[in-house]
């Protein structure tokens, strides 16, 4: 059965970090572009960033470049979403994705 795990989320003040994690289990992970999304309040959900199978092609949203770091680690089926000088605006549930398989999302809040 094929799942992705997301955690890491909390509540954090503007100008500080996040790092979350996303577990993958019952598919070949290695074999997989891996994204992260996001959807804020009253908003669709919006591409954030994605890094190839063996992480060798990353790409980001203009709105988090330099910001955001994207990595994954294929021994351990994870990836992760490094997250610094937040902004308000980086509020929003954060969802995994491997093609048609997404996770259920963390929440980031983002506020002092």
């Known amino acids: 059965q094929v799942q992705l795990v997301e955690s890491g989320g909390g509540l954090v003040q503007p100008g500080g970090s996040l790092r979350l994690s996303c577990a993958a289990f019952g598919f070949t992970f290695s074999r997989y572009t891996m994204r992260w999304y996001r959807q804020a309040p009253g908003k669709e959900r919006e591409w954030v960033a994605a890094?190839?199978?063996?992480?060798?092609?990353?790409s980001y949203a203009d709105s988090v470049k330099g910001r955001f770091t994207i990595s994954r680690e294929n021994a351990k089926s994870t990836v992760y979403l490094q997250m610094n000088s937040l902004k308000p605006e980086d509020t929003a549930v954060y969802y995994c994705?491997?093609?048609?398989?997404w996770g259920q999302g963390t929440q980031v809040t983002v506020s002092s």
């Open positions: 994705n491997a093609q048609a398989y």
């Open positions: 890094i190839s199978n063996i992480g060798g092609s990353i």
